[in-house]
């Protein structure tokens, strides 16, 4: 299993922006396909944004894309989260989730939370408005 921590959560205000950092350790040397999931209070966690280990095709939830961006440095074993123009419905804690590399294209392999075996502690993100 590969051990994940986030960093980089904050408050901002509605158009701010934020980046988030998640950094992996223990079995780095596996191909894991990565993800950025959230949870809002009250709510279920849902998808946000995936980076395929393959050849990093990214995948993001309607809401965000074109304002969010993922990215992975795979010499640091690091996963970043750019976070533009963010709104208040931004507001959750985010989660950082690693599964074995799929090697497939389509967000049907991304997408669902049960297939990730390991997660982060999460990060606040709150946007005021």
């Known amino acids: 299993q590969v051990q994940l921590v986030e960093s980089g959560g904050g408050l901002v205000h509605t158009g701010g922006s934020l980046r988030l950092s998640c950094a992996a350790s223990?079995?780095?040397?596996?191909?894991?396909?990565m993800a950025w999931f959230r949870q809002a209070p009250g709510k279920e966690r849902e998808f946000v944004t995936a980076?395929?280990?393959?050849?990093?095709?990214?995948y993001y939830t309607d809401s965000v894309r074109g304002r969010f961006t993922i990215s992975r440095d795979n010499a640091k074993s690091t996963v970043y989260l750019q976070m533009n123009s963010l709104k208040p419905e931004d507001t959750a804690v985010y989660y950082c989730?690693?599964?074995?590399?799929?090697?497939?294209?389509?967000?049907?392999?991304?997408?669902?939370?049960?297939?990730?075996?390991?997660w982060g502690q999460g990060t606040q993100v709150s946007v005021s408005s």
């Open positions: 980076i395929s280990w393959s050849d990093s095709s990214t």
């Open positions: 989730a690693a599964k074995s590399a799929a090697y497939l294209s389509g967000s049907y392999y991304y997408t669902r939370r049960y297939d990730y075996h390991s």
């Open positions: 223990g079995r780095t040397s596996s191909n894991y396909d």
